[in-house]
T-cell receptor, first 113, second 114 residues
């Protein structure tokens, strides 16, 4: 059974700092990995999707990397801003025949002005 | 594009009662998903529809849970004989048929079973 772990559970940084969020998964036979953002009391917003054959994806100040063989992904946020404060979740999809995502518990990020 | 809409936003019910939630996906999206999220945890997959066909169901979806998407547009999730352990946020998401199209989530229905 796939298990997804995110460390740390919470992180507080001053504005302007670059930061890295970590995601690990136990079964490396994934189809893709996605990063989401969730604001308090709201649904999730898709940030980045990395196919299993890819090493990284970039969108603006966000960069996600994937090391499938070691079961790890990182989300790098450059020049953090208070508006980046949210919970960041990673999720893996196992194969083309199934669409279910397995989520980690998230990292709660607070960027202090 | 008005986004994914869920109704109600909050539901408080007594144990043993039945509840039904509604999800209206983005109009052109063929795929619709239900997830459940408890406090401090990531969402857990419940079920997935492509048009009106229910193609995937989690083992989490016990006999008390049923989901429908009768005309391939809106969907309902019903929980019968609610238990306190059913208290959670129920999230709906939709996506297009394009492979790797992003999921668009609604703001969820928060269920409290007393």
């Amino acid at each position: 059974k796939q298990e997804v772990t995110q460390i740390p559970a919470a992180l507080s940084v001053p504005e302007g700092e670059n930061l890295v969020l970590n995601c690990s998964f136990t079964d490396s036979a994934i189809y893709n990995l996605q990063w989401f953002r969730q604001d308090p009391g709201k649904g999730l917003t898709s940030l980045l999707l990395i196919q299993s054959s890819q090493r990284e994806q970039t969108s603006g100040r966000l960069n996600a990397s994937l090391d499938k063989s070691s079961g790890r992904s990182t989300l790098y946020i450059a020049a953090s801003q208070p508006g980046d404060s949210a919970t960041y979740l990673c999720a893996v999809r196992m194969d083309t025949g199934r669409r279910a995502l397995t989520f980690g518990s998230g990292t709660r990020l607070q960027v202090q002005p | 594009d008005t986004g994914v809409s869920q109704d109600p936003r909050h539901k408080i019910t007594k144990r043993g009662q039945n509840v039904t939630f509604r999800c209206d996906p983005i109009s052109e999206h063929n795929r619709l998903y239900w997830y459940r999220q408890t406090l401090g945890q990531g969402p857990e997959f419940l079920t997935y529809f492509q048009n009106e066909a229910q193609l995937e169901k989690s083992r989490l979806l016990s006999d008390r849970f049923s989901a429908e998407r009768p005309k391939g547009s809106f969907s309902t999730l019903e929980i019968q004989r609610t238990e306190q352990g059913d208290s959670a946020m129920y999230l709906c998401a939709s996506s297009s048929l394009q492979e790797n199209s992003p999921l668009h989530f609604g703001n969820g229905t928060r269920l409290t079973v007393t």
